[in-house]
């Protein structure tokens, strides 16, 4: 599996982005997939996850009530929307598939075993 995330930039604090993670190789439909970042100096945090079906999710509580995680399994991609940006929000995104399938959120990294490249955020004040 390999994936891809996009959509990172420069943006104003309080503007939006919004993030991709599109997968190929195989399906990501079987999976639960999650949205981690890493600042510099910084240990990689959870941001938000959702389960296989979609009908789970979770944030961490500095994106709850501004970012949503959505999928569309029939792209094989998954989705990180961010509104309210603050400069806090800026680091690497990263986006990363369950080791194990049919299975519901979570925010351990160790529960990942696929990872994309990330993608920079950046928000001024």
């Known amino acids: 599996v390999q994936l891809q995330a996009s959509g990172g930039g420069l943006v104003q604090a309080g503007g939006s982005l919004r993030l991709s993670c599109a997968a190929s190789g195989r399906t990501l439909g079987d999976y639960g997939m999650g949205w981690f970042r890493q600042a510099p100096g910084k240990e990689r945090e959870f941001v938000a996850a959702?389960?296989?079906?979609?009908?789970?999710?979770n944030y961490a509580d500095s994106v709850k009530g501004r970012f949503t995680i959505s999928r569309d399994n029939a792209k094989n991609s998954v989705y990180l929307q961010m509104n309210s940006l603050k400069p806090e929000d800026t680091a690497i995104y990263y986006c990363?598939?369950?080791?194990?399938?049919?299975?519901?959120?979570?925010?351990?990294?160790?529960?990942?075993?696929?990872w994309g490249q990330g993608t920079q955020v950046t928000v001024s004040s």
């Open positions: 959702v389960s296989w079906s979609g009908g789970s999710r």
């Open positions: 990363a598939r369950r080791s194990d399938p049919y299975g519901s959120t979570s925010s351990r990294s160790d529960r990942y075993n696929y």
